[in-house]
């Protein structure tokens, strides 16, 4: 071999040297970045997509904000946070008016926990573990309850007026914003309607349509606080209705009424 042909073989060599060492130190790293490049693209395509879906959703949720809110609002007008009863006498006042009976009393009174049975349930694995008698009374002192609870009112009525008059009365009240159950009737002979309930045209109603009517209802409230009747003062009278002012800040009333 002469020594061109050496240098030659040499340099041939040597390039091919150089071209491995380029693609071992050079080109395989790069391409290792590329490969690690495109799962990292490929992986945060995916999360861009979940996300785009999550966007549509809670976009889809905004929009559905306004009639979530509009419900809850009509919730809390059917069973409210207080016992709101100032309200409730004028929502009574109007039906009376708009059915033609005379509203004589309104006798709400104190605030009620309603029981619920699930929370019954819920307590009884605490006592049922079998834990040693000193711990028990610790467990069963403990507060399970919830945060809110239901409360109900009774409220008892007094109406006079036609028969009629009363049956419209009872199903105005059932059918007024706030949650109202009604619970016993009870009709007894009263005396004639006064004038002003019929028009100046129209006769007196004989006695025999004129009804007095007692009707015990019961409204909600969902709240956790005590809300105590005050003593109400003494009246020559004698009468009184407790609790009318149990949700305001006002002096409690000794009784509530209204006439058309």
Sequence with gaps: ??????????????????????????????????????????????????????????????????????????????????????????????????????????????????????AAVAAAPAASAGATPSAAPSAAAAPAGPAVSLQSISVQLAVQGGYFQIQQFTAALQKLPRTTVLGSVALAPAGALKKVTQPSSAPTPPAWKSLGATITASVFMNSSDTFAIPAAPAQASGASVPGAAAASAAPAQPSASASN
Excluded at 30 to 57: C, D, I, Y
Excluded at 59 to 81: C, L, Y
Excluded at 92 to 106: F, M, Y
């Design 1 to 118: 071999m002469t020594r061109i042909q050496q240098w030659m073989a040499g340099t041939v060599v040597a390039v091919l040297v150089i071209v491995a060492a380029g693609w071992f130190l050079a080109v395989a790293p790069q391409k290792h970045k590329v490969s690690n490049f495109n799962s990292q693209s490929a992986a945060q395509e995916q999360t861009n997509s979940g996300l785009r879906t999550k966007l549509s959703v809670l976009t889809a949720q905004m929009q559905a904000v306004p009639t979530e809110q509009a419900e809850v609002a009509a919730i809390t007008q059917k069973i409210p946070n207080d016992p709101a009863m100032p309200a409730y006498v004028r929502a009574l006042t109007v039906i009376a008016q708009q059915t033609g009976v005379e509203l004589v009393s309104i006798a709400p009174g104190a605030p009620a926990a309603v029981a619920v049975a699930a």
